[in-house]
């Protein structure tokens, strides 16, 4: 099942490259490591830590209600390059939101700077491993401070969202405050409303609630 799940997330990735491509943006062309986001996961300083931040990886989580977020960090070198890119599923209720209505990300440097990307685009993209469809919003690529990143998803509706960080080729090197998600576990965050009743805090397992 890791095979297939890898190389879903590779397809996914590299069609969000050739969409990018057009639009003029960056998205990492490797297979990614998926990451199931829960509601431990609301506090950049708790939520899962990557040490290598140039792994690729892909972050799936749930954003239930107005106000919602999910958080993450990332470890980078001086020079590495970061690549953030995101997405919502492509059905209801999530594409049927007026864009004002979609999830914004929030990206925090070491020193302290915030960038925010806001939904530009909905370039469509498909996942034939698992027969599922994307709409991909907007991508940040900038050289990298020294440090650690962290990262939150904003909702600005009860919606789904995923995110794509890393670099192709990179590897993979360990998560921390978190774990790898189960093709279960992706089957069941697409398949699953957002607006329906979400697990409490650490049902992943990761950690205490």
């Not at 609301?42 to 990557?50: A, E, H, K, R, S």
């Not at 990886?57 to 919602?68: A, D, H, K, T, Y």
């Not at 590897?171 to 089957?187: C, M, N, P, V, Y």
């Amino acid at each position: 099942m890791a095979i297939k799940r890898l190389r879903a997330l590779r397809r996914w990735a590299t069609g969000a490259m050739a969409a990018a491509a057009v639009i003029g943006l960056a998205v990492p062309a490797s297979a990614h490591e998926p990451v199931l986001l829960d509601s431990c996961d609301v506090l950049p300083q708790t939520g899962p830590l990557i040490p290598v931040g140039t792994d690729p990886i892909g972050f799936f989580g749930v954003l239930p209600q107005l106000g919602s977020d999910r958080a993450l960090q990332l470890t980078m070198k001086a020079g590495d390059q970061l690549n953030v890119g995101y997405g919502i599923p492509d059905q209801a209720p999530e594409n049927t939101l007026a864009t004002g209505d979609l999830p914004i990300v929030m990206i925090i440097a070491p020193d302290g700077t915030p960038t925010f990307l806001q939904p530009s685009i909905r370039v469509p993209l498909h996942n034939p491993d698992f027969d599922q469809d994307y709409l991909f919003l907007n991508n940040y690529a900038t050289t990298a401070q020294a440090g650690t990143y962290s990262i939150v998803m904003l909702g600005r509706a009860p919606e789904r969202i995923f995110m794509a960080t890393g670099v192709e080729d990179s590897g993979f090197h360990g998560i921390e405050r978190g774990s790898l998600a189960t093709d279960q576990q992706l089957t069941d965050w697409y398949t699953t409303s957002p607006t329906a009743a979400q697990p409490g805090c650490g049902f992943l397992g990761k950690r205490a609630a």
